[in-house]
């Protein structure tokens, strides 16, 4: 079996997820004053990140465990609902190009997988729409239909994408050298080595150097 594994932040989305989750929340009208707390929780770890007193992937893993405060007292079905209606909108922020290279590696054959941090509800709702084979992403925790607060959600950080698809696929006969791994980040470096050909779209400056060194392809 060969893959195709695409990230979603920043690769297949162009927008950063929390922000549109919150935006999307906002124009919908959705509660007001879970807004608000939340917002607030957000802005006091990003100025701590800006301070340095928070490292990057900690003031990220934090964010990932804060937001679903946002849906207390909703059931599975309303978030999955609230999920289903953003997606339109979301839509519009996909990279043409990489939904270009997601078709293109479904009709050769590939087996393709969405991979992400962002939560798993979300992906699939993408996974769906676009036709991908697997959506692997950082998954909520449920209990009698309503979120499980005593349990944080796993996030799933760039450096553990390598680790959490080998994981996954750990039953199957992957040909790692004949797989595919799209990403924009050099956090996402261990999961481009993992594979035969890597490509970077829109990457962060390491990345970028890393990319040109190594003669990867380069989208934009």
């Given at each position: 079996m060969k893959l195709a594994i695409f990230d979603f932040d920043g690769t297949l989305f162009t927008k950063q997820t929390i922000p549109f989750f919150i935006e999307q929340w906002h124009k919908l009208n959705y509660s007001?004053?879970?807004?608000?707390?939340?917002?607030?929780?957000?802005?006091?770890?990003?100025?701590?990140?800006?301070?340095?007193l928070l490292p990057k992937e900690k003031f990220r893993t934090s964010v990932i465990e804060i937001f679903p405060y946002i849906f207390m007292?909703?059931?599975?079905?309303?978030?999955?609902?609230?999920f289903n209606e953003i997606y339109q909108e979301a839509k519009l922020y996909f990279n043409r190009n990489v939904v270009s290279e997601i078709n293109k590696a479904k009709q050769q054959?590939?087996?393709?997988?969405?991979?992400?941090?962002?939560?798993?509800?979300?992906?699939?709702?993408?996974?769906?729409?676009?036709?991908?084979?697997?959506?692997?992403?950082?998954?909520?925790?449920?209990?009698?239909?309503?979120?499980?607060?005593?349990k944080?959600?796993?996030?799933?950080?760039?450096?553990l994408k390598q680790?959490?698809?080998?994981?996954?696929?750990k039953e199957e006969e992957i040909d790692w050298q004949n797989s595919?791994?799209?990403?924009?980040?050099?956090?996402?470096?261990?999961?481009?080595?993992?594979?035969?050909?890597?490509?970077v779209v829109k990457p962060d400056k390491r990345l970028l150097k890393h990319a040109l060194k190594e003669n990867w392809q380069i989208i934009k």
């Open positions: 007001k004053s879970k807004l608000f707390i939340i917002k607030n929780r957000i802005i006091f770890l990003f100025i701590k990140y800006k301070l340095r007292g909703m059931t599975k079905k309303d978030i999955v609902k609230f054959g590939y087996y393709t997988v969405l991979l992400s941090g962002c939560y798993s509800l979300f992906l699939e709702v993408v996974a769906s729409d676009l036709g991908i084979n697997k959506a692997i992403g950082t998954d909520l925790y449920f209990y009698k239909n309503k979120l499980n607060y005593d944080k959600p796993t996030h799933i950080s760039g450096f680790d959490i698809v080998k994981t996954v696929f595919l791994a799209y990403a924009d980040s050099i956090a996402d470096l261990g999961l481009l080595n993992l594979v035969g050909k890597s490509v």
